[in-house]
């Protein structure tokens, strides 16, 4: 992404994306940002799940909760 986005994504991801996959069960295993020095950022983050119908299941949970949606609606507006 571009650098100029980086933090309001990390704010997004750390009150946000993080607390509600943690809250629903997958486990945050590690998180890097990657300059490429083109004005341009990588973000990885890898997180943990018990199996992938866990990792389905994770991810349909979110998907339903109404503070992500808007918060979610929100960053896009």
Not at 26 to 54: H, Q
Not at 62 to 67: D, F, L, R, S
Request: proline share 1%; net charge negative; glycine share 4%.
């Amino acid at each position: 992404m571009k650098s100029e986005f980086v933090d309001t994504f990390n704010q997004h991801s750390i009150h946000t994306n993080l607390p509600n996959q943690l809250e629903h069960g997958s486990r945050l295993v590690g998180r890097w940002l990657k300059d490429n020095r083109n004005g341009a950022v990588e973000i990885f983050a890898n997180l943990e799940y018990d199996s992938r119908d866990a990792y389905v299941e994770i991810e349909q949970r979110i998907q339903c909760v109404t503070a992500h949606l808007t918060r979610i609606i929100h960053l896009n507006e």
